[in-house]
């Protein structure tokens, strides 16, 4: 968990937007990104996604960062529908005062 300097353009929060929060995996976009932090704070939702995409054939998942900090550990997934150009130039830098994530 963090905080931005504004709300992302793109951002979605699974813990009380629908359709993210309840809505089956054919309502999300082909291509995205959730950060697993804890089962609270959405925690359940981003994990109910990943096992939809676990049993759908045609969903890919993948833990594509994992984040520490003291003993809190955090999971960054990408969840893509299969055939789909899905952020293969993605990085995720060390933030520093201004920069949060980035993508090539």
């Not at 929060?13 to 089962?39: D, T």
């Not at 890919?60 to 955090?74: A, D, F, L, R, S």
């Amino acid at each position: 968990m963090g905080y931005t300097p504004q709300p992302l353009k793109n951002g979605h929060n699974i813990y009380v937007e629908e359709p993210y929060r309840s809505g089956p995996l054919k309502e999300y976009p082909p291509c995205f990104v959730m950060f697993y932090f804890s089962p609270f704070l959405g925690g359940k939702n981003v994990l109910r996604v990943v096992q939809e995409a676990e049993r759908l054939p045609e969903w890919e998942n993948k833990v594509i960062q994992t984040i520490e900090n003291g003993p809190y550990v955090g999971y960054l997934i990408k969840v893509w529908k299969g055939g789909t150009s899905c952020l293969e130039d993605f990085k995720l830098n060390k933030p520093g005062k201004s920069e949060v994530l980035q993508t090539a």
